[in-house]
């Protein structure tokens, strides 16, 4: 008589049902209610958006879309490098699938599925799952730290039509212009490498990974930094072109317009109950788009500029798909 072990075993899940019911409740609760209110902004000004002056260039939308997919790209290749200083040379084209593919993480529920799947997707590339895990970090702690330093920059040059709307939000008249050198000391002190290692396996301890030892200088991560900076201002020029290709903008309003989508982006990714920062974004994002061109139309320019980003990522996944079928066709031959 043999015996068999194959009794059905009640498998934990790691997190209780009325768990899961009650984060969902609250993100379809915040998503609808910023939903709610942009979507009343541009009812209650809908006679400002239909007699606003539209003027579509496609040429202008078309070299926005460039700009944009060339950004991501940038970024891509930033990411890269930063894995293979950590000991994970991958080639250009697999961190092109495992970026794109993973970026679609960001729309699920919680704030760590996008580094999951550069790291699962890694692994199968042949990168150590503690490389995987610690560049994905470090790429989103540096891009955060250098996209506050553009949005301080961008308000301290643009105080009237940015930072006074946001004090007016806020209740306060006035504020001294010596703090904006305070967020420039912080990033700074944020930088070092001892500092960011903690920070790090802070991180690390959540998402139930080991510890790491930083072996990049302090020199190399300013490099890295600015090179994050750089692609702020690629995305803000990026941005502007797309508002420009529906209204002509003087080339004055690029500082309002960078700035504005780097706050929105960083807000709407830290933003811990709202998937892919949906409606985060956008709120923020029309905050400072309205005093160039109307509160209503703001709405409406932050709604499409979601449709405009998300085009291009899509257009990322579905070549990285057919690059991947390509590739997994030739191994079989």
């Known amino acids: 008589m043999t015996s068999n072990n194959t009794s059905p075993k009640k498998e934990s899940s790691g997190e209780k ?23 009343r902004t541009v009812v209650r ?3 400002e958006v239909a007699e606003f002056p539209w003027h579509f260039n496609p040429w202008l939308l078309i070299l926005s879309l460039l700009v944009l997919g060339g950004t991501i790209f940038f970024m891509i290749v930033l990411w890269r490098w930063l894995l293979a200083r950590l000991g994970g040379k991958i080639p ?5 699938r495992i970026f794109s ?5 960001r729309y699920l529920p919680g704030k760590v599925w996008q580094v999951v799947g550069m790291v699962y997707l890694g692994r199968k590339e042949g990168v150590r799952a503690e490389a995987g895990v610690w560049a994905a970090l470090l790429a989103q702690i540096l891009a955060v ?12 040059l643009e105080q009237k039509r940015m930072l006074a709307p946001l004090l007016d939000r806020l209740g306060v008249e006035s504020i001294s212009l010596w703090w904006f050198i305070l967020p420039l000391v912080v990033v700074l002190v944020l930088l070092h490498p ?17 510890p790491i030892r930083f072996k990049l200088s302090y020199l190399g991560l300013l490099g890295f930094f600015l ?6 201002l690629c995305y803000g020029t990026a941005f502007y072109l797309f508002l420009a290709s529906v209204n002509p903008l003087p080339i004055t309003d690029w500082v309002v317009v960078t700035g504005g989508f780097a706050a929105a982006y960083i807000v709407g990714l830290l933003a811990i109950f709202v998937p892919g920062g949906l409606g985060v974004r956008e709120g923020l994002l029309a905050l400072f788009l309205a005093g160039l061109v109307g509160s209503g139309v703001a709405v409406a320019l932050s709604f499409g500029q979601r449709l405009w980003f998300t085009a291009v990522e899509l257009t990322f996944v579905a070549i990285s798909v057919i690059f991947l079928r390509r590739k997994n066709g030739k191994e079989k031959k």
């Open 17 to 39: 049902p009325w768990k899961k019911v009650l984060r969902w409740t609250v993100q379809v609760a915040v998503i609808g209610a910023i939903g709610f209110f942009l979507v």
């Open 45 to 47: 000004n809908w006679q």
């Open 194 to 210: 001892r500092i960011l290692e903690r920070i790090t396996n802070l991180l690390l301890r959540l998402l139930k990974r080991e």
């Open 227 to 232: 090179l994050y900076a750089l692609s702020w």
């Open 101 to 105: 593919i993973s970026s679609l993480g």
């Open 145 to 156: 730290l250098s996209g506050f330093l553009v949005t301080f920059a961008a308000l301290l």
């Open 92 to 96: 250009l084209s697999a961190a092109f």
